[in-house]
């Protein structure tokens, strides 16, 4: 059974920082790129960071590229978000997702999907 498992977020003032992570069991980790997407209510999931294999290749939304840094430690079966200079708009919960895919941004090509982890910046 695969499971991914979301952890890290919290409340953070504005400017702040926070790291999320997504252990991962039931896969085998490094055949997947992974993937952070976020939602807030009302809307769609929306991309957010992706990164294939190895962490050598990695994408970003336009939002938080520059700000965010995705990365990823194959021995631990764990992938990581890096988010700084946070903004009242990255309010979200935050998942991450597994895909067999060559596509990154679009949830339809995701495999699993985690929980979900709540991340609110506060002004």
């Known amino acids: 059974q695969v499971q991914l498992g979301e952890s890290g977020g919290g409340l953070v003032q504005t400017g702040g920082s926070l790291k999320l992570s997504c252990a991962a069991s039931?896969?085998?980790?490094?055949?997947?790129?992974m993937a952070w997407f976020r939602q807030t209510p009302g809307m769609e999931r929306e991309f957010v960071a992706a990164?294939?294999?190895?962490?050598?290749?990695?994408e970003y939304a336009d939002s938080v590229k520059g700000r965010f840094t995705i990365s990823r430690d194959n021995a631990k079966s764990t992938l990581y978000l890096q988010m700084t200079s946070l903004k009242s708009e990255d309010t979200a919960v935050y998942y991450c997702a597994a895909t067999s895919s060559n596509y990154w941004r679009s949830r339809r090509d995701m495999n699993y999907w985690g929980h979900g982890t709540q991340v609110t910046v506060s002004s």
């Open positions: 990164t294939d294999w190895w962490g050598t290749k990695s």
């Open positions: 039931g896969l085998p980790f490094s055949m997947y790129s």
